[in-house]
């Protein structure tokens, strides 16, 4: 059995698989060049969202977590500069996300993803929707029908909440 390294670098050039290795070492690089500037706790309150024509966005779940962050951007924007000179890194920018940790916003998304399912699943089909849902029985990709079910109640509970709405 091959690993999964092997076969990506069957896929890939070896100068492609480089620079995929050298991000990655720069998106985990936060939480390192935040405790050696003395700001280790600001790390859990913000990330390195995207590296967009050399400036680093890095996004923050509170003002006050930016302020302290803008306390020392020279220093980390140094930091980024000598780790990384190949990615020509000229700024960075602070902007503030949802007010949620990064790490707290994919579980809470997870939660209310898990809770609309269980929810549709719980309610019985709608008569306007039974109709629809025999037609079903004609797909035989087990996967675009299961899609398809799902945009079909999106759909249907849309319209009923705009409608009740109204």
């Not at 000598?82 to 602070?94: A, C, K, N, T, V």
């Not at 898990?114 to 309610?123: A, I, K, M, P, Y």
């Amino acid at each position: 059995m091959k690993t999964v390294g092997a076969i990506l670098s069957t896929l890939f050039d070896r100068q492609f698989m480089e620079k995929a290795h050298e991000y990655s070492k720069f998106f985990d690089s936060w939480e390192d060049i935040t405790a050696k500037n003395r700001i280790a706790s600001a790390a859990a309150h913000s990330r390195i969202k995207d590296l967009d024509r050399g400036i680093v966005l890095v996004e923050i779940d509170h003002p006050g977590w930016k302020q302290i962050l803008q306390t020392k951007q020279s220093k980390l924007l140094n930091d980024f500069r000598l780790r990384f000179p190949e990615m020509d890194i000229s700024g960075i920018s602070l902007i503030l996300g949802t007010g949620k940790p990064p790490q707290e916003e994919a579980k809470v998304e997870n939660i209310e993803k898990q809770t609309e399912q269980s929810r549709v699943l719980e309610e019985p089909p709608s008569q306007s929707s039974e109709p629809a849902m025999q037609g079903y029985d004609a797909i035989e990709d087990e996967d675009l029908k299961e899609k398809l079910k799902k945009l079909g109640q999106t759909v249907a509970e849309r319209e009923k909440r705009r409608y009740n709405n109204t």
